[in-house]
């Protein structure tokens, strides 16, 4: 259980205008749209990470100091220490933070302390939550109620991972990957659906269910939650969650409060009816998948639960192209298209290739699996959804930190290329463009799988592509 023992009286000031927070680790996805907004706020922020993140230019160029490295006298000035997850415990700007007395906070804890002020709108889920984070974010905009967001993706919307908006409303995408998102006071709560994940921090999936509980337990009395009825857990937490005043079901098969139908799938977008209680408008959505109808049906419903206008529904969906990394076009590569997703997950991975399938080209998929920890646990799962492929390249495990375990990339592979003749294991990612080269025709699609490196890769492929081997 995420617990807040260390938010003291003194770290519940640290949004006052004047406060210096330092964020260590100030790159990551979760951490720089915090930094921005606060600083914007009239806080004094600065912070530091690994050398070579480019989120460190982008911050600079708003006024926010960033150092590359961890320079533990950077710390000595501030009045509360910020840390996100990625953080190593011998980390020597926390070390000092700690010798010095000053106030540390997780991340999870400063984002609780943020939305709790407010009302928070808050997406949660195992798949799905930066996409239906985003498109909440831009539903509320598009319906006059000017929402601070923050988002654990780049938006091309918002020209980045925020929107700084300056009403009482904040959209949020949650975190339940270290529980922190057991700490949100939710206006109004999305849950998408519940899955095995994250097993370095969760024994079991029952744990994870049990956070979700933990999470809805905080939702205000006079709150909202929208949830997923398609997914049986959620379900059933939705049935146990009695003190919120309203519960919205959503659904593309089970019955429902929101339901979509005569849906059409296209290449690059998709369309249906959405049926609200007493009340239907058609959809177009700028995304494809029917994942992603799922997805949008929650941010529909939660807007409409806000006071959107239907007009201004279908104007935003229409608009939303999505979220970086999520079923990207990057460009070519000899006359095949190049597609980047952050998709990691087996469920993810399915969703992910049922959608670019609709393009009806031939598929190759470049899969870089994500913490040693996950791919043993969910080894199964991952053969299962890479077996009906017709050609894969499996690279190495990215850790994220985690040491190496017994079960790794080429683990991975040994199991796949029984089903899949033509798999290729790439050891490292400057491997992955001479196997591409001796298969890649003009009228496939490449499609790069993977929450870690492998995204630098397929940038790499379409930037380049005159030097391929």
Request: glycine fraction near 8%; hydrophobic fraction near 50%.
């Given at each position: 259980?995420y617990?807040?023992?260390?938010?003291?009286?003194?770290?519940?000031?640290?949004?006052?205008?004047?406060?210096?927070?330092?964020?260590?680790?100030?790159?990551?996805?979760?951490?720089?749209?915090?930094?921005?907004?606060?600083?914007?706020?009239?806080?004094?922020?600065?912070?530091?990470?690994?050398?070579?993140?480019?989120?460190?230019?982008?911050?600079?160029?708003a006024?926010?100091?960033?150092?590359?490295?961890?320079?533990?006298?950077?710390?000595?000035?501030?009045?509360?220490?910020?840390?996100?997850?990625?953080?190593a415990?011998?980390?020597?700007?926390?070390?000092?933070?700690?010798?010095?007395?000053?106030?540390?906070?997780?991340?999870?804890?400063?984002?609780?302390?943020?939305?709790?002020?407010?009302?928070?709108?808050?997406?949660?889920?195992?798949?799905?939550?930066?996409?239906?984070?985003?498109?909440?974010?831009?539903?509320?905009?598009?319906?006059?109620?000017?929402?601070?967001?923050?988002?654990?993706?780049?938006?091309?919307a918002?020209?980045?991972?925020?929107?700084?908006?300056?009403?009482?409303?904040?959209?949020?995408?949650?975190?339940?990957?270290?529980?922190?998102?057991e700490?949100?006071?939710?206006?109004?709560?999305?849950?998408?659906?519940?899955?095995?994940?994250?097993?370095?921090?969760?024994?079991?999936?029952?744990?994870?269910s049990?956070?979700?509980a933990?999470?809805?337990?905080?939702?205000?009395?006079?709150?909202?939650?929208?949830?997923?009825?398609?997914?049986?857990?959620?379900?059933?937490?939705?049935?146990?969650?009695?003190?919120?005043?309203?519960?919205?079901?959503?659904?593309?098969?089970?019955?429902?409060?929101?339901?979509?139908?005569?849906?059409?799938?296209?290449?690059?977008?998709?369309?249906?009816?959405?049926?609200?209680?007493?009340?239907?408008?058609?959809?177009?959505?700028?995304?494809?998948?029917?994942?992603?109808?799922?997805?949008a049906?929650?941010?529909?419903?939660?807007?409409?639960?806000?006071?959107?206008?239907l007009?201004?529904?279908?104007?935003?969906?229409?608009?939303?192209?999505?979220?970086?990394?999520?079923?990207?076009?990057?460009?070519?590569?000899?006359?095949a298209?190049?597609?980047?997703?952050?998709?990691?997950?087996?469920?993810?991975?399915?969703?992910?290739?049922?959608?670019v399938?609709?393009?009806?080209?031939?598929?190759?998929?470049?899969?870089?699996?994500?913490?040693?920890?996950?791919?043993?646990?969910?080894?199964?799962?991952?053969?299962?959804?890479?077996?009906?492929?017709?050609?894969?390249?499996?690279?190495?495990?990215?850790?994220?930190?985690?040491?190496?375990?017994?079960?790794?990339?080429?683990?991975?592979?040994?199991?796949?290329?029984r089903?899949?003749?033509?798999?290729?294991?790439?050891?490292?990612?400057?491997?992955?463009?001479?196997?591409?080269?001796?298969?890649?025709?003009?009228?496939?699609?490449?499609?790069?799988?993977?929450?870690?490196?492998?995204?630098?890769?397929?940038?790499?492929?379409?930037?380049?592509?005159?030097?391929?081997?």
């Amino acid at each position: 259980m995420y617990t807040n023992t260390h938010i003291t009286d003194t770290s519940r000031a640290v949004l006052a205008p004047g406060t210096r927070i330092f964020f260590c680790g100030i790159g990551g996805a979760g951490m720089n749209p915090l930094a921005h907004v606060l600083a914007r706020r009239g806080l004094r922020v600065s912070g530091a990470d690994a050398a070579g993140q480019k989120a460190l230019a982008v911050l600079r160029a708003a006024g926010i100091p960033c150092a590359a490295g961890h320079d533990a006298s950077l710390v000595d000035d501030a009045d509360v220490f910020v840390y996100s997850a990625a953080i190593a415990p011998d980390n020597p700007q926390w070390l000092r933070a700690q010798a010095r007395g000053i106030p540390c906070l997780r991340r999870g804890q400063l984002l609780a302390l943020l939305v709790n002020r407010m009302r928070g709108v808050t997406v949660a889920a195992t798949h799905g939550k930066t996409t239906t984070s985003a498109l909440t974010a831009l539903l509320f905009e598009a319906a006059g109620l000017d929402p601070l967001a923050l988002i654990g993706g780049d938006v091309p919307a918002f020209g980045g991972y925020f929107r700084d908006g300056h009403s009482e409303w904040i959209v949020v995408e949650s975190d339940e990957s270290d529980g922190s998102f057991e700490l949100l006071d939710s206006q109004i709560a999305l849950v998408l659906n519940i899955d095995a994940d994250h097993m370095d921090f969760y024994p079991h999936v029952d744990a994870i269910s049990a956070a979700f509980a933990r999470y809805l337990a905080r939702v205000r009395p006079d709150g909202a939650l929208i949830y997923n009825a398609d997914d049986a857990r959620v379900a059933a937490l939705a049935r146990d969650a009695r003190h919120i005043a309203t519960r919205i079901s959503c659904a593309l098969d089970a019955p429902a409060d929101v339901t979509a139908h005569d849906i059409v799938l296209e290449p690059w977008s998709s369309s249906f009816t959405v049926s609200l209680p007493c009340e239907s408008v058609r959809i177009t959505l700028g995304l494809p998948g029917r994942h992603n109808i799922s997805n949008a049906l929650h941010a529909i419903a939660a807007a409409r639960y806000a006071g959107a206008e239907l007009e201004a529904i279908q104007r935003a969906c229409a608009a939303f192209h999505g979220v970086r990394r999520r079923m990207e076009l990057l460009g070519t590569y000899r006359g095949a298209l190049v597609i980047d997703d952050y998709a990691h997950h087996p469920r993810e991975i399915a969703a992910t290739v049922a959608a670019v399938r609709l393009l009806g080209r031939p598929l190759i998929v470049v899969f870089q699996p994500h913490r040693y920890t996950r791919t043993a646990a969910l080894l199964d799962e991952f053969v299962t959804v890479l077996a009906p492929l017709e050609r894969v390249i499996i690279t190495d495990v990215f850790s994220a930190s985690e040491p190496p375990g017994p079960v790794t990339g080429a683990t991975l592979f040994e199991a796949v290329k029984r089903f899949v003749p033509a798999a290729q294991f790439a050891p490292t990612l400057d491997a992955i463009r001479p196997a591409l080269a001796r298969m890649t025709k003009p009228d496939d699609v490449i499609l790069f799988l993977g929450a870690g490196s492998i995204s630098a890769a397929a940038h790499a492929l379409v930037d380049a592509p005159e030097q391929a081997a």
